[in-house]
């Protein structure tokens, strides 16, 4: 167990140490979900919601969400990027406990998603977001926001080891992006046609944006529909149904490695 | 001597693939030796050394690295190996001693210990100057090196070494060589995997010729050459006249037949010694060769004759 800790803290310090080294993709990264606020608010909120003064409330937690997805790629590129360089084979040749690559990849994405929120949250007081919610309420939602992340982790461990390269992980990338529109992160799903409405009020994205509205105290969708009246149990479920299959396969890939 | 790595009928079928990788594969490698792995592309070099290594599963048969069982005891395999993979496996967005700081934390070095260690092993690779650079940046030879040292975070008492000078210019080469046969004077015992038979001549102990999976000829490489060929005496004259002449005349040297082709002649002899006899005959029927060699067998006749014989048994 004791080796277990030491090798993903090390594992981990070796992320901190890329960032270190190099600072501007890091900060980029941040930095993204920013942007998005920024373009969408800028763009669309005075057409989605009167003004983008009024859309900030809504919008600002749905991009904390999506920040959340936006480290699935970090971690698909970073698992794929050490298996196709042989990094992976290398610390396997090493007495390492077997667990310690992917504890420590955990580790370090969960850290920078901190990060990620962090900025975020940052950004959307300047941009005039606020909650009106007592501080474990605000706990609790990004307490979700981060469960969340921890179970598109191993989604992103498991593409990341049965990925052939870089082209999957490009492929991913963009793959983020319907599922970020599809979802209720800048929409309420009652403006979409309504099988369209359905599968956003199903996104686990949106369970997680839902609830997180709805504990930081901000206008959030309609509703009336069933998903769209349990994001909090959703936004639990989800992640944890994630972990469950996800995991698991991670295991097994990881074990195929030496097939 | 004790074997640091032995291999007994080990097996290894791909998925998918046509042939088994691995089919057969025996080995012995004596504790202090050098051992090369000689084949072309796709005699399953690769698939050995990362079967004993532990990175992949043998379907059948054994193997014991350092008196620890490759199947049973992988951690025990692990511990008391150091693997310089075919491509530099080293992280790129970090410096060179960062690297090897990470990998002796990964050791289980304490700290101070890691950094002190770095600093020994990135002065003694002279990598001094690049020791804060990326390693994107690095040269092929200089990620070799790294590559290397890498691996001797904690000196192994077994190196594996696949295709250590693949790709490399012959300056880095013979870094790597060097590198190699200091590890050797220390006691290490090293498996290297190689196309290059000078490699092999340079390095090895012990050459073992690898085809479609098994071992098919080993030895030193100086049994492998004596085995296969004979030292050859050939003259070149002015006139084929003379080419001819000079085959009658030393007929009673030869241990085979003349061969005479044009100006030319080549006289198979038990020694490099019978030159002499050879050309004091010439002296005598009166005839002067513009050109006098010997040639004894290299490495390279052996993986020849290996590699057309089995072809033509197939």
Redesign the interface.
């Given at each position: 167990m004791s080796?277990l800790v030491?090798?993903s803290l090390?594992?981990a310090?070796?992320t901190f140490?890329?960032w270190r080294?190099?600072p501007v993709p890091f900060v980029v990264t941040l930095l993204f979900p920013v942007l998005i606020v920024l373009m969408m608010g800028g763009l669309f909120g005075g057409a989605i919601a009167g003004s983008a003064g009024d859309y900030v409330p809504f919008v600002v937690p749905g991009v904390l969400a999506l920040t959340m997805l936006f480290g699935l790629e970090t971690t698909m590129a970073a698992i794929t990027a050490d298996a196709s360089?042989?990094?992976t084979?290398?610390?396997?040749?090493?007495?390492?406990h077997s667990g310690s690559v992917v504890a420590g990849r955990c580790l370090a994405d969960l850290a920078a998603s901190v990060a990620g929120l962090a900025a975020m949250t940052l950004a959307g007081f300047a941009l005039g977001w606020r909650w009106s919610a007592g501080p474990g309420e605000v706990l609790a939602a990004y307490g979700l926001l981060l469960l969340l992340r921890f179970g598109l982790l191993w989604v992103g461990v498991w593409a990341g080891l049965k990925a052939s390269g870089p082209e999957a992980v490009a492929a991913v990338q963009i793959m983020v992006w319907p599922v970020g529109f599809l979802s209720t992160v800048f929409l309420d799903p009652a403006t979409m046609p309504s099988w369209l409405g359905a599968v956003a009020e199903w996104n686990p994205l949106s369970a997680t944006a839902d609830a997180v509205r709805e504990l930081f105290g901000n206008p959030g969708v309609a509703g009336g529909s069933w998903p769209a009246d349990h994001g909090q149990e959703l936004s639990v479920i989800w992640p944890i149904l994630m972990v469950a299959v996800f995991a698991p396969l991670s295991a097994a890939a990881y074990r195929r490695?030496?097939? | 001597m004790d074997a640091a790595i032995e291999a007994r009928a080990v097996r290894k079928h791909y998925r998918g693939a046509e042939r088994p990788a691995l089919d057969g594969f025996d080995l012995r490698v004596a504790a202090g030796t050098v051992c090369a792995l000689l084949g072309r592309n796709g005699a399953g070099k690769t698939t050995a050394v990362r079967i004993m290594t532990t990175l992949l599963a043998m379907d059948d048969g054994a193997a014991t690295v350092a008196g620890h069982d490759v199947r049973t005891d992988g951690d025990g395999v692990r511990r008391a190996i150091g693997l310089v993979g075919q491509n530099a496996a080293v992280d790129e967005i970090l410096g060179g001693r960062a690297n090897l700081v990470l990998f002796g934390r990964l050791r289980g070095l304490a700290k101070a210990a890691a950094r002190a260690r770095a600093d020994e092993l990135i002065s003694r690779f002279g990598l001094s100057d690049a020791a804060g650079r990326a390693v994107g940046t690095y040269s092929g030879g200089m990620r070799r090196r790294l590559d290397l040292a890498a691996s001797l975070v904690v000196p192994p008492s077994v190196l594996f070494v696949d295709e250590p000078t693949t790709g490399l210019d012959p300056d880095a080469r013979r870094d790597v060589w060097a590198t190699v046969r200091r590890l050797v004077d220390d006691g290490v015992t090293v498996l290297l995997t190689t196309q290059y038979l000078e490699e092999a001549d340079e390095l090895a102990d012990h050459v073992a010729m690898l085809r479609d999976g098994r071992v098919v000829l080993e030895g030193s490489p100086a049994e492998l050459t004596s085995l296969i060929g004979e030292t050859r005496v050939e003259a070149r004259f002015g006139a084929p006249d003379d080419a001819a002449a000079a085959g009658r005349a030393a007929g009673r040297y030869a241990v085979g037949p003349v061969e005479v082709s044009g100006v030319g002649v080549a006289v198979p002899v038990a020694d490099a010694g019978a030159v002499t006899g050879f050309c004091a005959a010439l002296a005598g029927a009166g005839l002067a060769p513009v050109d006098v060699a010997v040639r004894r067998p290299t490495l390279d006749d052996v993986f020849m004759h290996v590699n057309t014989v089995s072809e033509g048994t197939r």
């Open positions: 080796s030491h090798g090390v594992l310090g070796r140490g890329h080294a190099q360089r042989g990094v084979d290398r610390f396997r040749s090493l007495p390492l490695l030496n097939r | -």
